[in-house]
């Protein structure tokens, strides 16, 4: 079980994040009002990450990530630092802090940082725990999904898949990715060696769907010149996926409802009986219980097909899973392409998060594939958005900027998603900066400050290697090698075992 613990004197403060990180990271926050005291809650119980405050002006958080990576050098150390203190950024890098976070804390801003972290926790050094968090970069069978609502689905989905018998039904808006979750049932069951047989109710006129499914003998009516086997046959052993089952007229559903009780059919035409040792899984974007209240579908059918319903949530309801979804796309609609999409800035990220997504995951993607054709390259501000995409949304308060979805080299994908959040690129005057700007701080400070989250963040996408990262950043490999080394930032290659050429 993972768990944080939170240091930091500013009570306030420290409640108000511990709050919102149990809700939002949903694991175990513990906290300790000095560093002092937060050693002593570290006697006997293990953490997997550390926030800390960094107790200015002695700087006693530094020192506390120091402690506390020599009692368990697996721990993840995140600092959270006045905006612009560069000196104090580079102390708690070498200490061994995997990232920093500019105080005053942006809640959003810690939700990410936090949860990226402990990803990175269980990349790195769980290796061989790779469990239900690996899902979420990864994807679970393809399907990306953090929310809470798509964990649970993948782990209903293994425990599901198992049995390889019992008949699913999956509901959901278009595009939430139904044939996903269906084949995913399938890979993971014991059918997985024989057919997935996908048919698509809707697609197929009434009069040709009952010969496309139980198939039909030779002669069963004019044009029949010989037998031909149904997608049941085809799906002997495997599974056969109705799509758009809502749509199926009630003479065939008597049909199905015949292979599901007695698992046999007869072909059209046929008389002889017909064994089917098929799974069936059913996907419907309506509502069947309506359709059976209105009588458009019989009762007993929806009560066999549904022994596992499986919801699938909208977008809208996992806004959570944007972010996510878009690299991933990037990541397919940028490979083979010289000019690359770069990310997304946070504040279209916060616009497309804002909008309602009637068509779901498959909009998204026709988004970001639109984009990489025609944007090309660079960061998609909203300004670059499609107008529908931005009608609603006034502009991001500072206190929900999100930050950036980068993209990772599409051909160099397998590094972890582990991000070094970034400042929105097209508004220079953030909340840190200007808060910077009030504290004093010179302007080669923040720019240099700039410059190391972007490096990290390129060096961390890339695995540690300077080569791609400089490809990523677009510098010559020398420049790059050259601030690094005058940066300092090789004790943090080290320390996260990323230091390669
Ligand atoms: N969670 C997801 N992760 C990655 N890709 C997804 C996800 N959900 C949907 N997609 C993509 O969105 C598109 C639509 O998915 P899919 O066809 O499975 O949706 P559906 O719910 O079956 O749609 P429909 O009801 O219109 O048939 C596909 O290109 C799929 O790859």
Known sequence: MRS????????????????????????PVLEADSPEEALESLDGQEISLLISDLFAPKDLGVELVKAVLRKNPEVVSVVMLPA???????????????????KPTDLDEAIIVTARSLEHYDLLVHKEKRGPKIRKTEGFHGIIGQSSAMQTLFNIIERVAEDGESTVLIQGESGTGKEMVAKAVHAFSPRAGKNFVPL??????????????FGYVKGAFTGANQSKQGRIQYAEGGTLFLDEIGDMKPALQAKLLRVLQEK??????????????VRIVAATHRNLEDSVKKGLFREDLYYRLSVVPLQIPPLRERKEDIALLIEK???????????????FTGEALAALQNYAWPGNVRELENLVQRLAILHAEG???????????????????????????????????AAPAAQIPVREADAPSTDGEVEALENQADFNTLVSDFEDRLILQALTRTGGNKKEAAELLNLKRTTLLEKIKKKQLDSFLARVGRNKD
């Not at 612009?84 to 500019?102: D, I, P, S, W």
């Open 84 to 102: 612009g203190n560069r000196e104090a950024v580079v102390k708690t890098l070498q200490a061994g802090a995997l990232f920093y976070l500019n």
């Open 329 to 343: 796309f990037m990541q397919v609609y940028n490979r083979g392409r010289k000019r690359a999409l770069a990310g």
């Open 200 to 213: 698509n109710c809707a697609a197929i006129p009434d009069d040709l769907l009952e010969s496309e499914l």
């Open 4 to 27: 944080i613990l939170l240091v930091d004197n500013d009570r306030l403060g420290r409640e108000t994040l511990a709050v919102m990180l149990r809700k939002e990271i949903g694991c």
């Open 264 to 277: 046999e059919f007869e072909p059209v035409g046929g008389l002889k009986p017909v064994r089917a040792d």
């Open 379 to 413: 960061l998609v501000s909203t300004a670059d958005l499609p107008e529908k995409y931005r009608a609603g949304f006034d502009g991001v308060a500072p206190e929900v900027v999100s930050a950036p979805v980068l993209s990772s080299n599409p051909v160099r994908s």
